[in-house]
């Protein structure tokens, strides 16, 4: 349900039609529907919403509580014994202490256990036998993420690894929280990046276990696996210096042509080295507005630099018939 708030923040017309939608369903007695809202509790408040058409909808309410640690070891334990897959007891232990400092999560759990298997399988595919090695060998879940990064971005030359980049922050939403999105939407929203570009990296990412792949009206919807790796994510694309470059490049293209008139003022104007350093570093991967490439066709030519005034030219032809060049400059 919180992604409901996330993708319509700014739609409120949207939000309100299917809300009254929603509430003129549940009011019809000949359709057989049931609903279950399902989200975290400090976005509980955000129902306030629903409650003009549907007032009795806290009445309902329950609180699905944390795993404890009980849960946690039978959980790990019936999984195991069910699948013939042998173990320390020490483990058990090693594991629940682990296991804590993230409140008994069970999508950590998860993860740990994977590494775990995966692990003890290298190691021997015939008899597995899970180990407190195994568990010290996965090391922190933050620190497995951050390797995972590295060495996802190690393999890719600098232009696919910039795509990567801008997909995993599409992934997050200013508020710093994950969202879903179609492969065609994070290329919309991320960079100048074809849909085949951005499902390959995400493809990539499902596969180490970055990103869910989920299947919704026939098409797959991509999201982080959990919450807890907007933070660990974030924090490594704000340390890559190529991402920092990127981001520098979009903010100088696009921050003055947010309003009209910082747009026509000549201080607004990107300078000579930043057009050569910057953003003719990006020319082609900066998803741009008409607006924003008139912006720098306009900035090239008050410049005077011709390498830059021919780049941003050739992505706007149509300024250069009927003197509309002149005008601008």
């Given at each position: 349900c919180e992604e409901f708030f996330v993708r319509f923040e700014e739609e409120s017309e949207r939000r309100a039609a299917f809300i009254v939608l929603l509430g003129r369903l549940l009011a019809d007695r000949q359709v057989d529907l049931r609903v279950i809202f399902s989200l975290r509790q400090e976005w509980l408040g955000e129902l306030d919403d629903f409650r003009e058409v549907l007032p009795g909808l806290l009445d309902f309410e329950y609180r699905l509580r944390s795993l404890t640690a009980f849960g946690a070891r039978?959980?790990?334990?019936?999984?195991?014994?069910?699948?013939?897959?042998s173990y320390e007891p020490r483990l058990l232990l090693d594991l629940v202490d682990r296991l804590e400092q993230y409140h008994f999560d069970p999508t950590i759990l998860q993860i740990l256990c994977f590494e775990m298997y995966r692990r003890a399988r290298a190691d021997s595919a015939e008899d597995v036998q899970l180990t407190a090695a195994h568990l010290r060998a996965v090391g922190e879940i933050g620190v497995?993420?951050?390797?995972?990064?590295?060495?996802?971005?190690?393999?890719l030359d600098e232009d696919a690894g910039l795509v990567a980049r801008a997909v995993l922050d599409a992934l997050i939403t200013r508020k710093r929280?994950?969202?879903?999105?179609?492969?065609a939407e994070v290329s919309s929203a991320a960079i100048a990046a074809s849909e085949e570009e951005s499902r390959a990296v995400l493809e990539r990412l499902h596969r180490g276990r970055i990103v869910r792949r989920q299947e919704r009206g026939g098409e797959p919807w991509f999201e982080l696996i959990h919450e807890r790796l907007v933070p660990v994510i974030a924090g490594w694309l704000d340390r890559d210096q190529l991402f920092l470059d990127f981001r520098l490049a979009r903010d100088l293209a696009t921050n003055p042509v947010r309003t009209d008139a910082r747009a026509d003022a000549v201080d607004a104007l990107v300078g000579s080295a930043q057009l050569e350093g910057n953003i003719a570093r990006f020319k082609d991967r900066l998803l741009l507005t008409p607006s924003q490439v008139k912006f720098l066709f306009r900035s090239s030519m008050f410049a005077?630099?011709?390498?830059?005034?021919?780049?941003?030219?050739?992505?706007?032809?149509?300024?250069l018939s009927g003197g509309i060049a002149n005008s601008l400059y």
């Open positions: 039978q959980a790990i334990s019936r999984q195991l014994n069910a699948a013939g897959v497995m993420f951050e390797d995972f990064l590295d060495q996802f971005a190690a393999a929280t994950k969202r879903a999105l179609r492969a005077r630099n011709s390498s830059a005034l021919q780049a941003w030219a050739e992505r706007m032809p149509a300024l």
